[in-house]
């Protein structure tokens, strides 16, 4: 089993350049989320989606817009990235409450 | 959602019974303890999850005392494979989300 996949691995921007990050599972999860975590700092979350067709905002959304394209896919995009933004991001699904995360591998993203 | 607090660092040997405590004085009735794990450049990975007394797995064993204010995750025999940062969360299963502190590094030697 895959679990959760992230797309890309690295990636290196510019400040001011757009990207978005990809994230699907195949445990047919209902919640998906999106964290950061920066160097000696427990991760926080940026967005969460509940269940397909809903989306709400964690504790750190500025500057993240997400997308839920449907039960397997929740996409994560910077519209104009700043070297705040460098960090790595951590893509997480569940099948709901009451259950543990599961974990991708994270995008190490680089702002320069 | 319940604050929590664990001690920044740990250093063990191979072999030795490892204990992290966690601290949730504010735990509230529904709320659950939950233990994650971190190795280096990888996303955590789910431990062990309990709501009082004893809970044990066939990687750990989580301890929770009568008035529920703290917890302790028991490593069997350690190895230095488990060298990596434990998460202690604490949160109410009908919420959404769980937060995330900054965890206990766990430095295991030879």
């Known amino acids: 089993n895959a679990g959760v996949t992230q797309t890309p691995k690295f990636q290196v921007l510019k400040t001011g350049q757009s990207m978005t990050l990809q994230c699907a599972q195949d445990?047919?999860?209902?919640?998906m989320y999106w964290y950061r975590q920066d160097p000696g700092m427990g991760l926080r979350l940026i967005y969460y989606s509940a269940s397909e067709g809903t989306t709400d905002k964690g504790e750190v959304p500025n500057g993240y817009n997400v997308s839920r394209l449907n039960k397997r896919e929740f996409s994560l995009r910077l519209e104009s990235a700043a070297p705040s933004q460098t960090s790595v991001y951590f893509c997480a699904s569940r099948e709901g409450t009451g259950y543990g995360y599961t974990f991708g591998s994270g995008t190490r993203l680089t702002v320069v | 959602l319940a604050k929590t607090t664990q001690p920044i660092s740990m250093d063990s040997y191979e072999g030795q019974e490892v204990n992290i405590t966690c601290s949730h004085n504010?735990?509230?009735?529904?709320?659950?303890i939950t233990w994650y794990q971190q190795f280096p450049s990888q996303g955590p990975r789910f431990i062990i999850q309990?709501?009082?007394t004893k809970v044990t797995n066939e990687v750990a064993s989580l301890f929770i005392p009568a008035d529920r204010k703290s917890s302790t995750l028991s490593l069997p025999r350690v190895s230095l494979s488990d060298t990596a940062v434990y998460y202690c969360?604490?949160?109410?299963?009908?919420?959404?989300?769980?937060?995330f502190g900054k965890g206990t590094m766990l430095l295991v030697s030879p």
């Open positions: 445990m047919n999860h209902n919640s």
């Open positions: 504010n735990i509230a009735t529904n709320d659950y």
């Open positions: 309990g709501y009082k």
């Open positions: 969360l604490v949160g109410d299963m009908e919420y959404s989300t769980l937060t």
